[in-house]
């Protein structure tokens, strides 16, 4: 784990925002962004969640209350926490903030509105998350054989997605129960439709009377880079669609939006 701590504090027993970062498939701290969020007045941290030690070699039924414990942490020190996941780690990021009453908002890149298989080294499928002990409900993944190389996984979602609307339905994450949200995606994601989950993210919402702040970018693919941030090149071998030039540009809209929300600034006129 890394804590950051901001640059400038009232010296109050609660003060400001406390950020949680969670970082998407690799499950690695996400230091880079903590940091970010730090020097622009957070109390920020980031977690490994899968892969040290005590914990799941792998993504798969990984508890929700090791977050659930890093938000309540935060809530002792800050006014408001707000937490921010990328791809499985948005996944994350949406579920704690739907079954957790000290998120204040959650900002969601590279979102998935509902819950995806995590694989075991066997090859058998359980939900990517557990809570109070019990794997979540999950859409498993069809046979598929990726055609390209570098393997491009999107087109596995959208079938496994289209072939059993009843997990669907089971799996989907109620993020009518979050207080604020962003969700952040670009259309040219390779890695899984990520534009299209942010997209039905906000109809569920919508559906309950509830605003979402939607930020797309048709070039940009599954990873926004928010300003000041270096792009990360490392990870498993995938095409993950975009280009550097459109992901900083998808980044710097999201940015926008986040120091609005953590500013409480009004919404530009349109």
Same mark, same amino acid.
């Given at each position: =784990?890394?804590?950051? !701590?901001?640059?400038?504090?009232? %010296?109050?027993?609660?003060? +400001?925002?406390?950020?949680?970062?969670?970082?998407?498939?690799?499950?690695?701290?996400?230091?880079?962004?903590?940091?970010?969020? &730090?020097? !622009?007045?957070?109390?920020?941290?980031? *977690?490994?969640?899968?892969?040290?030690?005590?914990?799941?070699?792998?993504?798969?039924?990984?508890?929700?209350?090791?977050?659930?414990?890093?938000?309540?942490?935060?809530?002792?020190?800050?006014?408001?926490?707000?937490?921010? %996941?990328?791809?499985?780690?948005?996944?994350?990021?949406?579920?704690?903030?739907? !079954?957790?009453?000290?998120? $204040?908002?959650?900002?969601?890149?590279?979102?998935?509105?509902?819950?995806? &298989?995590?694989?075991?080294?066997? %090859?058998?499928?359980?939900?990517?998350?557990?809570?109070?002990?019990?794997?979540? #409900?999950? /859409?498993?993944?069809?046979?598929?054989?990726?055609?390209?190389?570098?393997?491009?996984?999107?087109?596995?979602?959208?079938?496994?997605?289209?072939?059993?609307?009843?997990?669907?339905?089971?799996?989907?994450? #109620? /993020?009518?129960? *979050?207080?604020?949200?962003?969700?952040?995606? +670009?259309?040219?994601?390779?890695?899984?439709?990520?534009?299209? !989950?942010?997209?039905?993210?906000? $109809?569920?919402?919508?559906?309950?009377?509830?605003?979402?702040?939607?930020?797309? $970018?048709?070039?940009? %693919?599954?990873?926004?880079?928010?300003? +000041?941030? #270096?792009?990360?090149?490392?990870?498993?071998? =995938?095409?993950?669609?975009?280009?550097?030039?459109? $992901?900083?540009?998808?980044?710097?809209?999201?940015?926008?939006? *986040?120091?609005?929300? =953590?500013?409480?600034? #009004?919404?530009?006129?349109?």
């Amino acid at each position: =784990m890394v804590r950051f !701590h901001p640059d400038r504090r009232t %010296g109050r027993e609660h003060d +400001g925002w406390g950020v949680l970062t969670v970082a998407g498939s690799s499950g690695r701290v996400d230091t880079g962004r903590a940091r970010l969020f &730090a020097r !622009h007045g957070a109390l920020a941290e980031s *977690i490994r969640w899968f892969g040290g030690p005590g914990q799941n070699p792998g993504p798969w039924e990984i508890p929700l209350e090791q977050f659930r414990t890093r938000v309540a942490a935060l809530r002792r020190e800050c006014d408001r926490v707000l937490v921010a %996941g990328t791809s499985f780690g948005a996944e994350a990021a949406l579920l704690t903030g739907a !079954h957790t009453a000290g998120v $204040d908002a959650v900002v969601a890149f590279a979102p998935s509105d509902v819950v995806w &298989a995590g694989v075991r080294p066997d %090859g058998t499928q359980t939900s990517h998350w557990t809570r109070a002990g019990h794997p979540l #409900p999950f /859409v498993p993944f069809v046979p598929w054989t990726p055609p390209d190389d570098p393997p491009s996984y999107r087109r596995l979602y959208e079938l496994s997605r289209s072939a059993d609307p009843e997990a669907v339905a089971a799996a989907a994450i #109620p /993020v009518e129960r *979050i207080r604020a949200l962003i969700v952040v995606a +670009g259309r040219d994601d390779r890695v899984w439709p990520s534009a299209t !989950h942010a997209e039905a993210i906000a $109809d569920r919402r919508r559906r309950h009377g509830l605003p979402t702040t939607v930020v797309l $970018d048709p070039g940009a %693919g599954h990873r926004a880079v928010l300003p +000041g941030e #270096p792009r990360v090149t490392a990870g498993a071998r =995938m095409a993950r669609g975009g280009s550097e030039a459109a $992901d900083r540009r998808l980044g710097a809209a999201a940015w926008d939006q *986040i120091r609005r929300l =953590m500013t409480g600034a #009004p919404e530009p006129e349109q």
